[in-house]
C-alpha cells in the first residue's frame, strides 16, 4: 500500500505549491562560505587568457595534459598568490576553482587529508564517550599490522563509498499541530512503502524516504507522475504540518532541549530549518532570536518563515529577525539567553552527498580560514549565554580544525567557566554517534614547484606545530587550530562533542559540541565591543503616541507607556503594527528603539531587528486608524 490511502488523504484537493514553484525558480543561494564561488565565469577577468589567446594555449596542450594540470596561467597566477598568506582577488580564486575542478585536485586532497588524519576523525572511531584509539601501530606484529591497515582502508572506504550515493530526504511531523493530526499522520507516512520511521527517534516523527523520493519529486513540477506520496508531502508542506529537514540538522536544536519559555537565540539561521524547530519548542512565554549576517539571507529567511511555514500566528509571535555579525551580537541588558545555537558557517564537506560542488573544489586551506571566525561566533555565544544557560556549536564538517579545534578553543577561553556536557542520554536514544578527539592533525595544500605530471597539489602537514608552520609561510596560521601542547586538552572532556558520519545511519555528516556556561565569561571585553549591524531593508520603531491615540476601542490590560514601548511599525511603512515578543523587550529593554543606529562607545549596540513577532494591528484603508488583526496575539501577550 499505501497510496491509495494517500491518494484519499490528497483528496481532490488542488494543490497549490505556486511557492514551491517559485521558490525552485529562484537562484539558489550558498548555505556555507565559497558556495557561489562555483561558475568559472569571472576568469576571463585574469590577464592573458581571455578569447583567443586562452584558446590558443589549450590546442596546444593535449586533453589529457589539460585535465591533469589546468590552463598553466591559470596554475601561476595561483602559485603566484597560494600559501604565501596573501588574499586572493576574486578572479584568483575562481581560477583556482576552476583548476582545481577540472584537475579533481578537490578529491584527491580530500583523500589524503582526511586518509591522513589522527585516528578516529573518519577511520577508527569510537562510540561518543568511548575509549581512546591509540594512533599508533608500532606495538603491534607485522600480520596485526597487515590486518588493521587493511581494516582501516575498508572503513575508509565504505565512507568515500557513502558519500558518492545520494542523500535521502527527510520530514518530521511538526512538534505543534495537535496530537489527533499528529497521530493521523504518523499513521498515514508509517504505511507508505517510500518512507519510513527513523529507528532511534522515539517518538516517530521523523521519516526517511525511499530514494525515488527525492527534492525534485516533491515540488509540483519534477513529479512526472503525479505521485500520491509527493503529493501528500507537498500537502503537508504548504499547510505546516510537516517540515523537510535533513536528518543531522535536526540534532543540535533536539540535544539543546528547549521547554517551555527559554529564550533562543540562533546566531547563524539562514535558510532557517533549524529556527523553525527551536519555534516549535519554545511554546508559550519563549522567544526565538534568528539572526544572520547576510542581509539577503536574511530577507529570504523571513519569507520561509514567516511566508510560507504555515506556522501559525501564535508561534511566529515569538519570532525576532536580527541582521549582525554574529560575532558582534549585540548582548541584552536583562540576563542572557536560555539557549544559543551557532550552527557556523562551515566548509561543508559532511553535504558532499546532496552537494556535488564541495568535492570538486576541496582544500584544506578553506578549513584553516574558517576557523577563527568559529571561535568568534561560538565565544560571543557564549557571553550572550546566561549563566546555567546551554549553547550548542555544530558544523557540517569532519574537519576536526573546525570542529574540536574551535571547542578546544571555546573552553580554554572560557578559563573553567564553560562545560563541554554529554549529549542527553533521552534525546535520540539509539542514535549512533562517534566521540570527539583530542589530537587531530593540521595541514595545508601546497602546488607542486615544477611541471613535473607527479608534482601536483599536495597536503602539507604540520605536525611540528604552529611556529614552524608560520614560519613555513602557511597562510591564516593561528595557535589554536592544533591540539594543546602536552596533551593540555585532555580535561576538557572533548570526546563528549558527537561527530556524525555518513555510513552510520544514511545521513549527511555532522559535528555537535553541546557547552554549559557555568560562570560569567568575557565580561572585560564586552564593555568595549559595539554591536555592529549589517544593512538590512526594514528596521522597527515603536508606535509614536500620535498613532497610539488612533488605536480606538482597546481595552488595555497595561499602561499606554508599556503598550507604546510594545507595539512596533516598521520605517518603512508604517501601516503595519507588531508586537514585540515581552522577552525581547525585557532582554533589550530601550536597547532596540534606535534600531538600524549603531552608536559609537554605547557599548553594546542596538538590535538590528528586521522583523519583530507578528503583525496585530493595520491601518484601515483611507484612514488614519488602526484595526486590529492579531487579537489572539495581544491576549497572549497580555496587553489585552
Ligand atoms: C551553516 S549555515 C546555517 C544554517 C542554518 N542554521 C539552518 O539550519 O538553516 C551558516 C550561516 O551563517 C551565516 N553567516 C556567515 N558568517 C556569519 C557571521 N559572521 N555572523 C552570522 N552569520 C554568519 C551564513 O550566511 C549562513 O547563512
Redesign the pocket.
Known amino acids: 500500500m499505501n497510496d491509495d490511502f494517500m491518494m484519499a488523504m490528497v483528496g481532490a484537493a488542488q494543490i497549490q505549491d505556486r511557492d514551491l514553484a517559485k521558490k525552485k525558480k529562484k537562484k539558489k543561494r ?4 565559497g558556495e557561489d564561488l562555483n561558475k568559472g565565469d569571472e576568469v576571463k577577468e585574469l590577464p592573458g587568457l581571455q578569447g583567443q589567446q586562452r584558446q590558443q594555449q589549450e590546442n596546444k596542450k593535449s586533453k589529457k595534459e589539460k585535465e591533469k594540470k589546468g590552463p598553466n596561467s591559470l596554475r601561476n597566477a595561483i602559485k603566484n598568490s597560494n600559501n604565501k598568506g596573501e588574499s586572493l582577488t576574486a578572479a584568483q580564486r575562481k581560477a583556482n576553482e576552476l583548476w582545481f575542478r577540472k584537475a579533481n585536485y578537490g578529491e584527491i586532497l580530500f583523500r589524503g587529508y582526511y586518509r591522513g588524519q589522527s585516528k578516529g576523525i573518519i577511520v577508527c572511531a569510537e562510540a561518543a564517550g568511548g575509549a581512546e584509539v591509540s594512533s599508533s601501530i608500532g606495538g603491534l606484529s607485522k600480520k596485526d599490522k597487515k590486518r588493521r591497515r587493511k581494516r582501516e582502508e575498508g572503513e575508509f572506504n565504505d565512507f568515500m563509498d557513502c558519500l558518492k550515493t545520494p542523500l535521502p530526504i527527510t520530514f518530521r511531523i511538526r512538534s505543534t499541530i495537535s496530537s489527533s493530526l499528529k497521530a493521523t499522520l504518523t499513521a498515514t507516512l508509517s504505511h507508505s512503502i517510500h518512507l519510513r520511521p527513523v529507528p532511534f527517534d522515539p517518538s516517530g516523527l521523523i521519516f526517511q524516504c525511499s530514494n525515488d523520493i527525492n527534492k525534485a519529486s516533491i515540488s509540483k513540477r519534477g513529479d512526472k507522475h503525479g505521485s500520491p506520496v509527493a503529493a501528500f508531502l507537498r500537502k503537508g508542506l504548504e499547510e505546516g504540518t510537516l517540515a523537510r ?1 535533513e536528518l543531522v ?1 535536526m540534532f543540535p536544536v533536539l540535544a539543546l532541549k528547549v521547554e517551555n519559555g527559554d529564550s533562543c537565540l ?10 523553525m ?1 527551536l519555534l516549535e519548542f519554545a511554546s508559550s512565554g519563549g522567544l526565538v532570536v534568528a ?4 542581509p539577503g ?1 536574511v530577507s529570504a ?1 523571513r519569507d520561509a518563515i514567516v511566508g510560507r511555514s504555515g506556522l501559525l500566528p501564535s508561534t511566529l509571535s515569538r519570532l525576532v529577525i536580527g541582521c ?6 549585540p548582548k541584552p541588558k536583562g540576563g542572557g539567553f536560555d539557549k544559543v ?1 551557532t ?4 566548509s ?1 564537506d559532511g553535504t558532499i552527498r546532496k552537494d556535488g560542488s564541495i568535492l570538486p573544489r576541496w582544500n584544506p586551506s578553506i578549513s584553516n580560514g574558517l576557523h577563527a ?1 568559529q571561535v ?2 561560538g565565544w560571543r555565544g557564549l557571553e550572550l549565554l546566561k549563566v546555567g544557560g546551554v549553547m550548542a556549536y ?3 564538517t569532519f574537519n576536526p580544525i573546525e570542529d574540536e579545534a574551535v571547542v578546544q578553543e571555546l573552553v580554554r577561553r572560557g578559563g573553567g567557566a564553560v562545560e563541554i556536557i554529554d549529549w542527553p542520554s533521552d534525546v535520540l536514544p539509539g542514535l549512533k554517534k562517534r566521540a570527539g578527539r583530542v589530537k587531530w592533525r593540521v595541514a595545508d595544500h601546497v602546488e607542486g614547484s615544477s611541471d613535473n605530471d607527479d608534482d601536483e597539489v599536495k597536503i602539507r602537514w604540520h605536525d611540528d606545530g604552529f611556529e614552524t608552520a608560520r614560519r613555513s609561510g602557511m597562510a591564516g596560521v593561528v595557535r589554536s587550530l592544533w591540539p594543546l601542547d602536552g596533551g593540555g586538552n585532555e580535561k576538557f572532556g572533548l570526546e563528549k562533542c558527537c561527530r556524525f558520519l555518513p555510513q552510520d545511519q544514511n545521513t549527511g555528516g555532522f559535528f555537535v559540541a553541546l557547552l554549559r556556561k557555568n560562570g560569567k565569561v568575557g565580561e572585560k571585553e564586552a564593555e568595549t565591543v559595539v554591536g555592529e549591524a549589517a544593512g538590512g531593508e526594514k528596521t522597527f520603531v515603536p508606535i509614536d503616541n500620535r498613532s497610539l491615540q488612533r488605536i480606538s476601542g482597546m481595552d488595555w490590560k497595561v499602561s499606554l507607556d508599556e503598550v507604546r514601548k510594545r507595539l512596533w511599525v516598521t520605517s518603512q511603512d508604517k501601516g503595519e503594527v507588531m508586537l514585540c515578543p515581552r522577552r525581547l523587550w525585557e532582554m533589550y529593554a530601550g536597547e532596540i528603539t534606535k534600531v538600524g543606529e549603531v552608536e559609537e562607545g554605547k557599548g553594546e549596540g542596538v538590535l538590528n531587528a528586521q522583523h519583530v513577532g507578528v503583525k496585530v494591528l493595520e491601518r484601515k484603508e483611507g484612514s488614519l486608524e488602526y484595526k486590529i488583526v492579531g487579537e489572539e496575539a495581544c491576549k497572549l501577550e497580555g496587553l489585552l
Open positions: 550558498g548555505r556555507n562560505v529537514q540538522s540562533d546566531l547563524c539561521a539562514s535558510p532557517g530549518s533549524k529556527t524547530q539572526n544572520d549576517i547576510h539571507r529567511l549582525h555579525d554574529g560575532s558582534k551580537f545555537l550552527d557556523v558557517p562551515c561543508g571566525i568568534e561566533i555544530s558544523t557540517c
